[in-house]
């Protein structure tokens, strides 16, 4: 497949956060490029958004519906090779399966859907479906998280025994927050966990996708701070792994003046690491019985694992958009790689189990806050 | 009363770590000076220790027994003024009790005793010998958790919502410890909690000291990783305080590769707090309205609780020693005003109510986790 | 113009660093794609380069000249917009000079040329031009530096005495050096400064920058550590500016172990600025009557020049393509505003004038160590 | 010699600085004791600091030459075993000079006297009289500098091919500066160099210190940057060193809002060092061909010549304390040493050639600002 994959979008609209992010990230990759869009359930602004990416106007749709049936009836070979759903947490699964079943390769926001039900659902029509989705957790593309992951599996650390995560911003730490804040709010729109759904399950996925552990029970406390907020703007959780690991997340967004402050510490028998969103090119491992050592991307001493997500020498600061970017290319090369005709091609990006483990988790922390046990048994489903 | 006040000491004999921290502590004030000692129930240990603090032969005692009837039977203007405990925790109980009964002030380290029954048997102690009590509880000395707690009560934060503890350490990971470490992990010298007796107590004394928060509720998972240990050597707890406000508190000493890594922070709503004890000269105000600032010790905008408890121009590192000597200065200037005929003389030192304190939130955890249910009640004792 | 400026590229063949940085960096501003290139002298692997990106193969150019003919022979509203030059040193001139004699905007990559009789020749070439001139200058992308000019602009250190500036890598300490050192240590290449043509161009374009001054004497060590080496690869050098302040800059590629680490502190009566490269997110504002400020990327207190260049929320880390891509977006306007008629059209990016300026830097630093005398006046040419 | 050494001082009134450091360190190390003083020219502030110190008032003298009588007219066995001079420079020379001439061992601060006549006459003193003289270059007891030391020794770096050095203050920002700083403006009692005398000389120590290198020939800058004032409140230094080593030194006490910033870098073939006296507990060991080490004080990797100095387990910080300790007790373990009859002992402490080294290293700077020549060499006298 020589040429670049079309990208469609659903979501994304002037003036949002996230979807330019996606548009960007996917094209960094020099892999895809934005051919269509239904940006916004405002036809209008969705029309804006699309004159501002330079689009042909006949691909600038008023609605998901409008744009599904306006590239089926395109000759397959201008067709979007896959759309990033980039809504709000309700169009999640409408969207993602109505696309899935039309034959549409799909890359989703998180969190997967608005309960497990739903993110259930989801996983059946994507196997149905044979097509590659993918669902947008950024993080796991910094190539020192990739950095971290493989020195856990190198046995670094020994044997793992705890691990401590804290996610705090301060953003909705007052009642008047922001535009991308109001749908966050919002349990209809949201789903009934806030917080927790929004970094939480970040949270839970990094460290799932580091450790390989799975939470088997967790206790935990959430609050909303805010007055006549609906959802929890905070959470604290206590993990237990199998064999003995155990674990803390904090999560909060409304701790006054964080912008980002997602930190995650390993403990293991022989070594820790400590990974900081904040400061993502460091990577610290101590240890009893050395100089702690800051692995720095593009440094000596990194393995091939992050060296395959780096993009710039050492000292030339990555951020962000990389780390988007290495989750989008890991995603776009499994299209070209079943396009070619490897129809179990897979690659290093979260998918549909990690949705469902994250919706697991939700669900089973509103279990446990709403019910009377200390601890509640997360089930592999 | 114009000399230095005479100090004795149980505990502290050579090659261990705290009772020498406490001799050069009191020293640095410049208002007391070491005259007697018990410095271990070896007594030939005792001699070489006293020996080489070039003391006087005839006032280095075999045991606090010896000592104590060696004091008494020396004129009254030649005894100690009082005594400081730092034997591991089981001497806290019976040799403050014994120093005091017979009328000399006394300075215990923490943990104040094996369990919360000696706690408040103590208290009575203190109560009726009108002696000066101090706990040592060395991190409420330092200059900019003086700042912090200064800061809060002037409302800086605003109203608080959530308090973060971390306290983590390395030095237990290993079954093959230091010699410090042996009795810390061994129930009948150090009680029944051990991670949580020795930091977990830091952790609850510090949020106490900055906010004046009581913790109401807790709910924890304490763990001893290490095998064949008998006593905890990791806890997490979420808290609950009066008004809403939560906390999480995670302590840990099998964390490889870390120091003694204490952090505290507080966040508002107006404003938020973190504090680190390894890095103490730096206070981080952050807020959502304004640049990040750093307070530092010595420098402009520190107000006058810090600055009282300064010693060096800002830049020239101050550390555990002069937070400890802070500590120290308001004992025995307590002492000197006492000895001046102010008997409700008090001052910014912890004392047996905090002692109380630490004893009944160790006492909570064990039913916590010893327990069913989900959340323990805290009583104010 | 209702569309992406078309652009074109001489060097940045697969495999080379710089070239992929000016490409992506102009992608991510929206408003330009790559229509064509002669991006090696190699022509196959110019070739494999242009195939990599999609182009039309008949835009693929094994030289800069076939690339003019090329362009030239379409029709004009197909050929490129615009080309950014970057090839090594040697290129600048003669390949600027062509496009632009030929009516095509040019962006080049610092150091302007060789020599700074090049330099004088190649404004004049601009200015009878009348074309765009870019000089990529990345390090004034960055919004934090665009912060420090503003506060420095508006008075907030009050009058300006010292300006210190750190350039220090390690990737040429040895002399097996990366395929991109090589023809940095040739001078044939490179031209007759090394380390200085390579960072100390930065370093003196970003002191004018942020805080407009002019070197007037200098007093130089230039040094060749790695034996062999024909240039420097170590520099210091004494700046005495106008009104009294004065400056020094270090640079150094043989400082073993570190990456990009380049720092600039600014002190005046009232206040200082410190920011460093490698953690460009952080503004540090330091006074002697308050507390220390960490201004952010994104957060509070941060003004407009560098809220226009800020594409992400706070936290959320931008990096040196960001910092790239703010150069490109800026140079990009300008052409597009030219387009509209606004024949006299600039912007915040580097252009003509500051290439001038560092070659006359260059040239200085030359005659200081080549002369006898310690100070070499710097001429305003 | 079963006792504390008895502790006589001149200078270190009460409300100065830095005698108070000198006490406190000295009585740090279990190994001395203030016995005697003429702390003031000012015979009442004399005796309030001495009844502060709960001296006996008949050693409390009004001048040097009081208390020099004074002590001589004791017992031998009770005369006071060493003086530390802790006046401002002028006094250095005379009151050093009258004590050895009397049989006492000298501890003088830096910088060693007004000018380089006085520090070689001094010298010639120091050699008839036998008797130990220590220079109070307090950072080189730091633990981490005696690591850096010893890593440079054992050829840890390499090479050493480039050092850089930072110290920069605020403290001069102004003209209103406070007490301590106002004989350090005043050439009649400070000398003809301020900011190079005060912290010049720290710098140039520091460096011989660490990497044993002689400064073979320097070209400074030196500025007054506030008007009036007659001394250099800012300097910058380029070095040479033998065998092509190089070094910049760029000192400034109007660095408004530094605190203490003296920063060290040392560039070899092989490796970095990296060391901040205001986090002294770090030393990072960068290189080209693996992950940065930062070595921490009391932890894992450190060698014999740090523990040696440590006092404190990794993790509960020292300080400038602790430092300036190492120097008194290396310095008082020679005076035991000597008086139990090794006349040749010495041990790891500046004294009179480092003393000598630091004046010859101001006259040069003095020369070279003054003179006409680019480059002046720096004897070894």
Redesign the interface.
């Given at each position: 497949m020589?040429?670049?994959l079309r990208m469609g979008m659903v979501g994304g609209g002037l003036g949002g956060?996230i979807g330019?992010?996606h548009r960007?990230a996917a094209?960094?990759t020099?892999e895809a490029e934005v051919v269509a869009g239904a940006f916004s359930t405002n036809a209008k602004r969705s029309k804006q958004t699309g004159?501002?990416?330079?689009l042909d106007p006949k691909r600038i749709y008023g609605s998901y519906q409008e744009m599904l049936a306006g590239e089926l009836a395109l000759p397959a070979d201008q067709r979007i090779d896959f759309v990033s759903v980039v809504t709000p947490n309700n169009g999640h699964y409408p969207i993602s399966k109505a696309f899935l079943e039309a034959g549409f390769n799909v890359l989703c926001e998180k969190p997967l859907t608005m309960n497990l039900k739903q993110a259930l659902a989801l996983r059946d029509v994507v196997r149905k479906s044979g097509k590659v989705f993918g669902l947008m957790h950024n993080y796991t593309g910094y190539p020192m998280v990739k950095q971290a992951k493989a020195m856990v599996a190198a046995g670094t650390?020994?044997q793992i025994?705890?691990v401590?995560v804290?996610y705090?911003?301060?953003?909705l730490?007052?009642p008047q927050a922001s535009k991308q804040a109001v749908w966050r709010v919002d349990p209809n729109i949201a789903g009934p966990c806030g917080c927790m759904g929004d970094i939480g399950t970040h949270s839970q996925n990094l460290i799932k996708y580091i450790t390989g552990m799975d939470i088997e029970e967790l206790?935990a406390?959430l609050?909303s701070?805010v007055p006549g907020r609906q959802v929890d703007d905070?959470g604290?959780v206590?993990l237990?792994f199998k064999d003995?690991a155990?674990g803390?997340v904090?999560c909060?967004e409304?701790?006054?003046?964080?912008?980002?402050?997602f930190r995650i510490?390993i403990?293991?028998?022989?070594?820790?690491l400590e990974w900081r969103?904040?400061?993502?090119?460091d990577l610290f491992?101590?240890?009893?019985?050395?100089?702690?050592?800051?692995?720095?991307r593009?440094?000596?001493?990194?393995g091939p694992e992050a060296a395959a997500a780096t993009?710039?020498?050492?000292?030339?600061?990555?951020?962000?958009?990389?780390a988007f970017a290495n989750v989008y290319a890991n995603f776009l090369a499994c299209i070209k790689a079943r396009a070619k005709g490897d129809s179990q091609a897979g690659g290093d990006f979260p998918g549909i189990e990690e949705g469902v483990e994250e919706m697991v988790f939700l669900d089973c922390l509103l279990k446990n806050v709403k019910g009377?046990?200390?601890w509640t048994k997360v089930p592999k489903l």
């Open positions: 020589n040429r670049k956060f330019d992010v960007k094209q960094f020099g004159k501002s990416l330079y650390l020994g025994r705890k401590v804290e705090s911003l301060g953003w730490a007052s206790c406390d609050t701070f905070d604290s206590l237990r003995g155990k803390a904090f909060s409304v701790s006054t003046g964080q912008e980002n402050n510490y403990y293991g028998t022989e070594g820790a969103q904040e400061t993502p090119e491992l101590r240890s009893n019985v050395e100089p702690m050592r800051v692995y720095r593009g440094w000596a001493g990194v993009h710039l020498p050492a000292g030339h600061p990555e951020g962000f958009l990389e009377k046990a200390k």
